[in-house]
């Protein structure tokens, strides 16, 4: 990334509970490009609950849209807590699925 690039990754203790917690068996990866006049993109991972319901475990913003911020934040994410999902659903292009691929390894399914 270069000095004026900018990338944010939240991830909170109830979040990072969830995450521990479910994040074994699916999580979807969802991208919303250009969600601002600023530029910025927001990616989301969810993992499904034990009633199958979706809960937003971590946030992505960043204003790049190569696989490079998203493996930063992923590698954040591993720091916090280690995951290997039987399901990886993700919307975006491969960029965001080679990126958890990356930090994760590979998936199941």
């Known amino acids: 990334m270069k000095e004026e690039d900018f990338l944010l990754v939240i991830m909170n203790s109830s979040q990072k509970e969830m995450m521990r917690s479910y994040g074994n068996d699916v999580i979807c990866l969802d991208f919303a490009q250009g969600i601002n006049s600023c530029g910025f993109d927001l990616a989301t991972v969810?993992?499904?609950d034990d009633k199958r319901d979706l809960f937003p475990a971590v946030f992505i913003l960043s204003n790049c849209q190569d696989s490079v911020p998203s493996t930063i934040a992923?590698?954040?994410?591993?720091e916090q807590v280690a995951v290997k999902p039987e399901v990886l659903m993700s919307d975006d292009t491969e960029s965001f699925y080679n990126a958890?691929?990356?930090?994760f390894g590979e998936n199941n399914k």
Do not use: Q, T, Y
């Open 74 to 78: 992923f590698e954040a994410v591993k």
């Open 100 to 103: 958890w691929k990356s930090v």
């Open 46 to 48: 969810l993992v499904l």
